[in-house]
């Protein structure tokens, strides 16, 4: 019964921004942890982004330490990520992802490129 919804991939410049968001159903989300993964061409899924269930907490892979947001409204059953400062290598599928319900979105294109 578990959805997540993903939205708000697509092409952007380097050094452009671009929000994504993950819309959740089928689950109590106020009381959840979210997360945020990638999967770039020919690589592993990798750990992006995580927030405890109220918001008040983040943790953040290095590679997007200080460009990268990830917010949630709990009135919406919603989890955001915002990109700044794109960098080509940030080019991958986006995840969203529930921990304890170990359930996936359907994941989003994001293509960083001039």
């Known amino acids: 019964q578990v959805q997540l919804v993903e939205s708000g991939g697509g092409l952007v410049q380097p050094g452009g921004s671009l929000r994504l968001s993950c819309a959740a159903s089928g689950f109590a989300f106020s009381s959840h942890p979210m997360s945020w993964y990638r999967q770039a061409p020919g690589k592993e899924r990798v750990f992006v982004a995580y927030i405890t269930n109220a918001g008040g907490n983040t943790n953040y892979a290095d590679s997007v330490k200080g460009r990268f947001t990830i917010s949630r409204d709990n009135g919406k059953n919603t989890v955001y990520l915002q990109m700044n400062s794109l960098k080509p290598e940030d080019t991958a599928v986006y995840y969203c992802?529930?921990?304890?319900?170990?359930?996936w979105g359907q994941g989003t294109q994001v293509t960083v490129s001039s």
């Open positions: 992802y529930a921990p304890v319900r170990r359930s």
